[in-house]
């Protein structure tokens, strides 16, 4: 047993969260997720260790990401749709329990931020990935991601407390 399927059960409802925050869709969320293991499956020969396999697999989630948004087209991410919900578009009980008040209006804050501070957040909250490796990520320091979450975190603590 290799070290990707010992760390699947740990990485997986992480890897599922960040992809279904990202998509909005269960079954978009499933299948990415799907495709990042069997990419990891893939290349674990290449895996080097210069990072931690969490930090590597959320690497190659983030390029499928992004490969799966230019190749259907998709513009906008959940965040940008609930920001623009309507209170009464709500379809069915099952989606009213899905989105808490709290977490739509956490989502809308969230979806109101530039596109590296979104990464930031999400990669932080969903991902559940360390400073360290969100910095590795995103090519900046461990310090540059603590601080700048931290300073996103209390930004959108102060919105929230605002809108609630």
């Known amino acids: 047993m290799n070290k990707l399927e010992e760390q699947y059960e740990e990485i997986h409802p992480k ?3 960040f992809f279904y925050s990202r998509t909005g869709n269960r079954m978009t969320a499933q299948d990415l997720c799907h495709d990042t ?3 990891a499956c893939k290349s674990i020969g290449s895996f080097n260790g210069n990072s931690t396999l969490s930090t ?3 690497s190659i989630a983030t390029n499928l990401l992004r490969k799966y948004y ?3 087209k998709y513009q906008h991410s959940l965040m940008q749709k609930l920001a ?3 209170e009464t578009d709500i379809h069915s009980l099952e989606e009213l329990a899905e989105i808490h008040e709290d977490t739509r209006i ?3 804050h969230i979806s109101k931020l530039d596109d590296a501070s979104r990464e930031i957040v999400l990669l932080r909250i969903y991902g559940e990935l360390s400073f360290a490796e969100i910095g590795l990520l995103i090519g900046k320091s461990e310090n540059y991601a603590r601080v700048t ?3 996103l975190k209390l930004k959108i603590q102060k919105l ?3 809108t609630l």
Do not use: D, Q
């Open 70 to 72: 230019r190749k259907n």
């Open 149 to 151: 979450f931290h300073r």
């Open 106 to 108: 956490l989502l809308h």
């Open 15 to 17: 890897l599922y969260a």
């Open 56 to 58: 590597w697999v959320f």
């Open 37 to 39: 293991f069997y990419e």
């Open 160 to 162: 929230m407390e605002v």
């Open 84 to 86: 623009t919900l309507p």
